[in-house]
């Protein structure tokens, strides 16, 4: 663990090392950008609509008490939402689909030379490779973060223009009721740590690959597997420190 640990940290630090060529990096950065971003907008608007919906409604269907207001519904499903359904829920899902695409492409990268063919025409191609996806993890996360936050609290105004056991303008008057700007601060640093944990990982169990076509995909399950367990585990630390 320990050797991974430093292998991991060493990995780290060669690939924030200053770019030969700023534009060249610059490209790259933009096109990873759209691969997270827009590629994964999709899928996480579709998970963010209708986990929002279910939130609603079964707030609702445990609200048996006629002494608890309604609009509690509203507060209930806001707080989970922003604390815990867009920025976890959405992590595990983009360290499925975009963890796993980062580690088979650097793991084919590595098995088919073409990293020693980078290194041999003197590129630093951990900076190459892997810096411009960390930074589009870290940037375009938190952005997937806010769109979730928003189509998740959407889905729930549409769950109760379906229901008849909360009306809308209950469900509106509890988003607004005891609003904390700390939920909000908490998930952003979330989606922000998860963007980082999700493309590290997987770029530093792709560019450490041997073998041949199987152990790339060995590579990619376990840059999945990890990610998802540290994800989790950041999200207690985090909900622990700043909660």
Same mark, same amino acid.
């Given at each position: 663990?320990?050797?991974?640990?430093?292998?991991?940290?060493?990995?780290?630090?060669?690939?924030?090392?200053?770019?030969?060529?700023?534009?060249?990096?610059?490209?790259?950065?933009?096109?990873?950008?759209?691969?997270?971003?827009?590629?994964?907008?999709?899928?996480?608007?579709?998970?963010?609509?209708?986990?929002?919906?279910?939130?609603?409604?079964?707030?609702?269907?445990?609200?048996?008490?006629?002494?608890?207001?309604?609009?509690?519904?509203?507060?209930?499903?806001?707080?989970?939402?922003?604390?815990?359904?867009?920025?976890?829920?959405?992590?595990?899902?983009?360290?499925?689909?975009?963890?796993?695409?980062?580690?088979?492409?650097?793991?084919?990268?590595?098995?088919?030379? @073409?990293?020693? #063919? =980078? &290194?041999?025409?003197?590129?630093?191609?951990? %900076?190459?490779?892997? !810096?411009?996806? *960390? +930074?589009?993890?870290?940037?375009?996360?938190?952005?997937?973060?806010?769109?979730?936050?928003?189509?998740?609290?959407?889905?729930?105004?549409?769950?109760?223009?379906?229901?008849?056991?909360?009306?809308?303008?209950?469900?509106?008057?509890?988003?607004?009721?005891?609003?904390?700007?700390?939920?909000?601060?908490?998930?952003?640093?979330?989606?922000?740590?998860?963007?980082?944990?999700?493309?590290?990982?997987?770029?530093?169990?792709?560019?450490?690959? @041997?073998?041949? #076509? =199987? &152990?790339?995909?060995?590579?990619?399950?376990? %840059?999945?597997?990890? !990610?998802?367990? *540290? +994800?989790?585990?950041?999200?207690?630390?985090?909900?622990?420190?700043?909660?």
């Amino acid at each position: 663990m320990f050797y991974s640990l430093g292998r991991y940290i060493l990995l780290m630090r060669l690939s924030f090392r200053k770019p030969e060529k700023f534009s060249v990096y610059w490209a790259e950065v933009m096109r990873e950008m759209v691969s997270v971003g827009i590629g994964s907008l999709g899928i996480i608007a579709i998970i963010s609509v209708f986990i929002g919906a279910v939130a609603v409604i079964q707030v609702a269907f445990q609200l048996t008490s006629p002494v608890v207001p309604h609009t509690i519904v509203g507060s209930i499903a806001r707080d989970s939402t922003i604390l815990e359904f867009s920025p976890t829920i959405s992590a595990l899902v983009l360290a499925g689909r975009v963890g796993s695409s980062i580690a088979s492409q650097i793991g084919t990268m590595r098995v088919t030379e @073409q990293i020693d #063919a =980078l &290194e041999i025409m003197g590129v630093n191609a951990p %900076g190459y490779l892997i !810096s411009p996806k *960390i +930074i589009a993890g870290v940037t375009m996360v938190p952005m997937l973060n806010v769109v979730s936050i928003l189509l998740g609290l959407t889905g729930g105004y549409i769950a109760c223009l379906s229901s008849s056991d909360i009306t809308t303008s209950d469900f509106l008057t509890g988003l607004h009721d005891s609003f904390s700007a700390v939920s909000l601060q908490a998930s952003m640093v979330k989606s922000l740590c998860f963007g980082f944990i999700i493309t590290s990982i997987c770029a530093y169990q792709g560019f450490y690959t @041997q073998g041949g #076509a =199987l &152990e790339v995909g060995q590579s990619a399950t376990r %840059g999945v597997v990890y !990610s998802c367990v *540290i +994800i989790l585990f950041a999200d207690l630390v985090i909900s622990r420190v700043m909660l």
